[in-house]
């Protein structure tokens, strides 16, 4: 089986930053896509930022110079470094991979997400 984790949502101030972490562990033979999604109340889920296995970024207009995605492949893990967050930021933030498990077939997993609350 293969897992996700997130860790790093919290309460901050407009102006702070946080860090995300994301770890993805269980039966993994590769981790292609990783990727940082968010859904606020009463919206559709969005993508805010996702990076290849080769370091290559993308990122939501609305995110970009603020946040910040990288990943660590040794430890199959994905961070997301948010600076400057605004009160419209607030959501729950899901890590998703795109992982080879013991299918040898890439499949779509999620993590069960953190919350990030960004107070004005």
């Known amino acids: 089986q293969v897992q996700l984790v997130e860790s790093g949502g919290d309460l901050v101030p407009a102006g702070g930053s946080l860090r995300l972490s994301c770890a993805a562990s269980?039966?993994?033979?590769?981790?292609?896509?990783m990727g940082w999604y968010r859904q606020a109340p009463g919206k559709q889920r969005e993508l805010v930022a996702d990076?290849?296995?080769?370091?290559?970024?993308n990122y939501a207009d609305s995110v970009k110079g603020r946040f910040t995605i990288s990943r660590e492949n040794a430890k199959n893990t994905v961070f997301l470094q948010m600076n400057t967050l605004k009160p419209e930021d607030t959501a729950v933030y899901y890590c998703?991979?795109?992982?080879?498990?013991?299918?040898?077939?890439?499949?779509?997993?999620w993590g069960q997400g953190t919350q990030v609350t960004v107070s004005s």
């Open positions: 990076i290849t296995n080769s370091g290559r970024s």
């Open positions: 998703n991979a795109q992982i080879v498990g013991t299918s040898f077939r890439p499949a779509d997993y």
């Open positions: 269980g039966s993994i033979f590769s981790i292609r896509t």
